[in-house]
């Protein structure tokens, strides 16, 4: 079947490509071949993932790899991050090469490792076998643990070291976690192919021992919860995010984040399954998700470094969709389109910030001064992505909030809608206080020296820009449906009418 | 039946100086030296006991009272403790208790005489021995307790009568007690019985200001302790060959606490002291089998 | 049989408790080495009554791995870091130790809430795993080194290797040869990562790397 060898190719081309990269003979190829490795990956996907809605799941490798509804959806938001993050990466090592900051060696190194990351992450989002996902996001750990150093300095080393120890050490919690579930997957007698198979699992989930299946969830959440950076075991990534490039710093927050909260997101209907749907899984997601949002809204109050502050502000955001799946019902719906919008938006924050820090040559906001005069394509982008994180009206993340608020305040929960939207109110303001000196202040500059631009790079602002501002006003129906069965997949199709009712 | 119950503590009064001649032996060999006769503290006892005692002004009767107190305790230690197969003289149950405490007893009015004379000196030297002391008795008593739980007895003779090394629980309790025994009787690597006036020394340090019949006492009870524990270990190893073979079984204990005076010796020998910080580590690494012995005959 | 079993597993926990207690890195990887072998030769008595080809496999790949080619990575680190020993941990050696104790209770208690069924003579087994769990965590949170925190990942992933060996047969062979073959990575990645550091700081404590805050 043709969909069948797309699946193969989105895997495989990212992996074997990657190998290629390290043997091109400039940094420019090099960094040539990623992006074309990308876009040929995002054309397959795309094959996979249009036949995925129109004719079902797909599944290869004899039912160990397998795309539905929801992994079909999230991989949909890789493909994006990565596609915009690639020309993103072309530009912002362009201009480190002409300022002679980049080797070759770093650029193979850096698109190697770039594609094998892609590969890992998509091995993640495609692997049925529980067993393979574990192995999947170990992979990704170790694989982007050299992006965050590829330029060696203290700090970076600093940053590396926490992210892989403390990852590291996630995992192996998330490796336990596992382990219990195959333990109790025992009651149901599989052969040594099947025992770990999600399909099989989420089939049977009533059959499973809920004691092993409680502990099981409780080492897989704190241990994904690491990688996804959950509170209060997000300790590794304001570093990681700060000391690494910005491409890279866009693919963690704009996907590798995303990658952790899918695997949690794959066991939950297993678990309340299993636990008789009584929502105690859901009870810790919010716990989690609300403790995040605290965290990030106590942290940001004093940043001093701009992408650190974006990396709280990923905590915030990463809190806020697993509040939402918490909720369940509509809440998940609001979820999984949140993801979208933060993907969407912290990307092309992130690549804001780096192509403003090169232009400034500082990320530090204090010095941070009137960059809409300084590159105005740039200021733009970073100005309004800034306010579209933070939940300003027009733009999708204040729909996905709103609706997780709604779905908070239809369950009576007051007191988590007053969590939220405190924490919400504090991150507007400061974030309101950085960002506008950030755009506007300082001494007009008698000569603005004109930073150097690639053509295209107006492209990158505008195209996540306005596709925020679309999804915030309208939702078009093949997104409804697509979210809507992946949400179907997670938990419930409880209470979508309104939802739909609520879209402008 | 009288004969048995008493054989330990005939065995135990007649030999027990003997130990450190083999010990002594023993370490001169590996050092290529002849070495004292092997009666050389029978010798040193019988001399001190004729000589008159000197005590100073300062002290009080307790400087008088430490080494005949110490030497009672031990012998009553000494008298709870039975030939493997038989029943000691004094046994009751949970005479474990009384062992140990014996023990502690001895130990508090050697500390006690010590601290008598006002020496800053032997103060120092009564210190490190509370000190290590305090470290050494949870394992003594843990290493005992596992044990009696394993035989379901608190009675040391019906303890030692029960129990042959099968499970590997004994296994770290035997080796407890064997650091256990090397630290209370001041031998290395916790202690170097032969340097006189060093400033690392413990025990050797509290009983400088004793002379004549005194020192004797406290040479002898040394010398007898040596042997309690030395005895209590031996019983744990030796399989039980019931209660009608008195005589094999005097002499296998008798052959083993020759074994085990040659294996001090060795160790005497072979090894170096370790250094004052590190003595409380490898009690503390005693303490820690002794108690995992525990947690695991617990379940 | 049970009784070999159970030796084993009690000089596992005997491992941990030198690991804990021991301040030399060299002898600290010795021992982990010898947990490694231990580990491997526990895998073919843990199935003993039935020794499939895939057994053999999984034991020979952890006995090599665990039991030399990580202590191996370990010391050619210590080689090119020229490392010091581990000098003042935040807590003592036999503070250490007794945490150890402490974390065995503690193991003790979680073996019996989990309701995993376990053959006949195993009762020790995830006892003694999770202590192993719980020192590995011990030694990556109270000491300082960066070769002992990585060391201590190596004892964590022994571990969950051992409740994995026991409670899960059904596993393909595949995907346990994956998460071997991932935790050995990831120690040559901790491995490069020291040698970086080393190159950068010019020493190893993870307390000094604190210039990122806030």
């Not at chain 1, 820009?465 to 449906?481: D, E, F, K, S």
């Not at chain 2, 035989?151 to 499970?167: F, K, P, Q």
Request: hydrophobic fraction near 55%; charged fraction near 10%; glycine fraction near 8%.
């Amino acid at each position: 079947m043709y969909y069948e060898s797309a699946l193969w190719l989105s895997l495989l081309i990212p992996f074997v490509l990657g190998f290629a990269c390290n043997i091109l003979p400039s940094a420019r190829t090099a960094l040539g071949a990623m992006c074309c490795c990308v876009f040929g990956t995002a054309i397959a996907g795309c094959i996979a993932i249009v036949a995925v809605f129109q004719h079902g799941t797909i599944f290869i490798a004899s039912n160990w790899l397998f795309l539905d509804g929801l992994s079909a959806y999230h991989y949909g938001i890789l493909l994006v991050v990565f596609c915009l993050s690639s020309v993103y990466a072309w530009a912002y090592f362009g201009e480190e090469l002409r300022k002679g900051h980049f080797t070759r060696k770093q650029a193979r190194l850096f698109a190697g490792l770039w594609c094998e990351a892609c590969a890992a992450m998509t091995l993640v989002l495609f692997s049925n076998n529980l067993g393979i996902m574990w192995v999947g996001i170990e992979a990704t750990t170790l694989i982007t643990a050299f992006l965050i150093c590829i330029h060696v300095s203290r700090q970076s080393m600093e940053a590396m070291w926490k992210y892989i120890v403390i990852c590291s050490v996630g995992m192996a919690f998330a490796f336990m976690g596992t382990l219990l579930i195959a333990v109790s997957a025992k009651a149901l007698e599989l052969g040594p192919h099947d025992s770990l198979l999600w399909t099989v699992l989420y089939d049977n989930a009533g059959r499973l021992d809920p004691k092993l299946i409680k502990a099981a969830f409780i080492f897989l959440l704190v241990g994904y919860g690491t990688k996804a950076g959950l509170a209060p075991m997000h300790n590794w990534l304001p570093d990681a995010h700060m000391q690494a490039p910005s491409p890279v710093s866009a693919i963690f927050s704009g996907f590798l984040l995303s990658t952790a909260m899918y695997c949690i997101m794959r066991y939950m209907p297993v678990i309340e399954g299993a636990t008789g749907s009584i929502g105690w899984c859901q009870r810790l997601m919010t716990g989690f998700g609300l403790f995040s949002i605290a965290v990030a809204a106590v942290f940001i109050v004093s940043q001093k470094n701009l992408k650190r502050f974006l990396a709280y502000s990923s905590i915030e955001h990463i809190g806020i969709i697993s509040l939402g799946l918490g909720l369940g019902g509509l809440g998940v719906f609001a979820a999984l389109f949140h993801t979208l919008n933060h993907s969407l938006c912290k990307t092309l924050s992130f690549f804001a910030a780096g192509r403003m820090g090169q232009i400034l040559g500082t990320y530090d906001i204090r010095d941070m001064k009137g960059a809409l005069r300084r590159s105005p394509v740039w200021g733009t982008g970073l100005f309004l992505s800034i306010l579209a994180l933070i939940g300003a009206a027009p733009f999708s993340l204040f729909m996905s909030e709103f609706l997780i608020l709604k779905a908070a305040i239809d369950k009576q929960a007051f007191v988590i809608a007053f969590v939220f939207l405190l924490g919400l109110g504090i991150v507007f303001i400061c974030a309101l206080g950085y960002i506008l000196p950030l755009s506007w202040g300082g001494p007009p500059l008698k000569k603005a020296a004109p930073a150097h631009l690639f053509q295209y790079e107006s492209f990158l602002v505008y195209i996540p820009l306005t596709a925020l501002l679309i999804l915030g006003l309208w939702m078009p129906a093949p997104l409804q449906a697509v979210l809507q069965k992946a949400a179907e997949i997670i938990g419930g199709a409880a209470a979508y009418a309104p939802a739909i009712g609520l879209m402008p | 039946m009288q004969t048995e119950a008493y054989m330990n503590l005939f065995l135990g009064l007649a030999f027990a100086p003997l130990l450190g001649g083999i010990i002594n032996r023993i370490k001169a060999a590996f050092a290529g030296r002849t070495g004292q006769p092997l009666l050389q503290q029978y010798y040193d006892m019988y001399k001190n006991i004729r000589k008159g005692a000197v005590y100073s002004r300062t002290t009080s009767w307790l400087f008088r009272a430490g080494p005949i107190v110490g030497l009672a305790s031990v012998l009553i230690a000494l008298a709870l403790v039975p030939v493997n197969g038989s029943t000691a003289p004094l046994a009751f149950t949970g005479d474990l208790i009384l062992f140990a405490y014996a023990l502690g007893l001895m130990r508090f009015f050697t500390v006690l005489a010590a601290l008598d004379t006002g020496s800053s000196f032997e103060g120092m030297g009564a210190s490190r021995e509370v000190f290590f002391s305090a470290l050494a008795e949870p394992a003594l008593l843990l290493g005992l307790a596992t044990v009696a739980r394993r035989a379901g007895t608190l009675s040391l003779s019906e303890l030692l009568a029960a129990t042959s090394v099968t499970s590997p629980e004994l296994v770290l309790v035997l080796a407890a007690l064997g650091i256990v025994f090397l630290c209370e009787n001041a031998r290395i690597p916790f202690d170097d019985p032969n340097t006189h006036l060093e400033l690392t020394m413990i025990h050797e340090v509290m009983v400088l200001d004793h002379s004549g019949p005194d020192f004797a006492f406290i040479q002898y009870g040394a010398a007898l302790k040596v042997w309690v524990l030395g005895s209590v270990i031996v019983g744990l190893i030796l399989p039980v060959a019931g209660g009608k073979f008195l005589l094999l079984n005097s002499a296998a204990l008798l052959g083993c606490m020759f074994m085990l005076a040659v294996i001090v010796g060795i160790i005497e020998s072979t090894m170096a002291r370790l250094r004052l910080l590190r003595v409380p580590q490898l009690l503390v690494a005693a303490g820690a089998l002794s108690l995992f012995a525990f947690i695991l005959s617990m379940r | 049989m049970g009784s070999v079993l159970e030796t084993t597993m009690m000089l596992l926990i005997l491992s941990d408790m030198a690991l804990l207690g021991l301040s030399r890195l060299r002898t600290c990887i010795a021992v982990a080495s010898f947990q490694g072998m231990l580990l491997g030769v526990f895998t073919l008595l843990a199935h003993e009554q039935a020794l499939t080809p895939r057994i053999f496999l999984i034991a020979a790949v952890s006995f090599i791995l665990k039991g030399f080619v990580f202590p191996q990575l370990l010391r050619r680190s210590i080689r090119e870091a020229s490392a010091q020993n581990e000098m003042d941990p935040y807590v003592g050696y036999s503070m250490s130790v007794m945490a150890g104790m402490a974390m065995f209770g503690a193991a003790l208690w979680l073996g019996e809430q989990l309701p995993l069924t376990l053959a006949a003579g195993m009762h020790l087994v995830i006892p003694a795993a999770l202590t192993t769990v719980l020192t590995g965590l011990f030694l990556i949170i109270a000491r300082k080194n960066a070769l002992s925190q990585c060391l201590g990942f190596i004892i964590l992933e022994n571990g969950i290797y051992a409740i994995g060996i026991v409670s899960v047969v059904e596993i393909s062979v595949l995907v346990e040869i994956g998460i071997l073959l991932d935790a050995a990575v990831a120690v040559v990645v901790m491995g490069v990562a020291i040698f970086h550091i080393n190159r950068q700081f010019d020493h190893l404590d993870t307390d000094q790397l604190d210039s990122l805050k806030g």
